[in-house]
């Protein structure tokens, strides 16, 4: 978890890419040796923290997934939300390990425990917003989106002032996570 989390702080504070292992085993206090202990390299680490963030938000959602009230999921969602230098960290880890897919253990440990968050998410959704599961599908589908979406956005200097400000749009957008996985409206 040292190393997990000195990884993650170094590359919300700098460019993903620039990163070596050198300065996370030197950010995390341990050695090179206690590194290659744990990680077979970069790649491994980001897996590790991806699977640690994935089980993080399956432990969240099955918290609240008993709960049809709004209230809590978007306290789930704001979360998820409240850090998004640390969500676009992750998303950058993502997108480069999507390209290659490296076969790492925990890569598709990680890859296993995502699809299990996304069905736990529509079956959910069914569950609480009496969405039919193809509905619940598109309902899961389009939270998703929205959070990629608005991390794409986040840093251009021009979004702050259409939104209202990052921290509002944040804000407005773990309610509506919160009300899309709560109530069924069909369109």
């Keep these: 978890m040292t190393l997990l989390n000195a ?4 590359m919300i504070r700098n460019d993903p890419d620039s990163i070596t292992v050198t300065q996370i085993f030197r950010a995390a206090g341990v050695s090179k040796a206690t590194f290659y202990q744990y990680f077979s390299g970069r ?3 980001w897996c590790g923290i991806l699977l640690e963030e994935e089980r993080w938000r399956l432990e969240g959602l099955e918290q609240v997934a008993p709960q049809d009230d709004p209230c809590a999921w978007e306290l789930l969602f704001r979360d998820i939300f409240q850090s998004p230098d640390k969500l676009a960290a992750l998303q950058f880890m993502e997108s480069r390990l999507r390209a290659a897919p490296p076969d790492i253990r925990r890569y598709h440990h990680w890859q296993a425990l995502r699809s299990t968050m996304l069905d736990r998410m529509v079956t959910v959704v069914n ?3 009496g969405a039919p ?3 619940s599908q ?4 389009s939270i998703w989106c929205q959070m990629d979406g608005w991390l794409r ?3 251009d200097p021009e979004f702050a002032g259409l939104s209202g400000g990052r921290r509002q749009f944040a804000r407005w957008l773990a309610s509506d996570c919160a009300r899309r996985m709560t109530q069924y409206v069909e369109s």
């Design 127 to 129: 569950r609480v917003a």
């Design 133 to 135: 599961v193809p509905k």
């Design 153 to 155: 956005v986040y840093r």
């Design 43 to 45: 790649e491994d680490l």
């Design 138 to 141: 598109q309902v899961v589908a």
């Design 7 to 10: 990884a993650l702080n170094l």
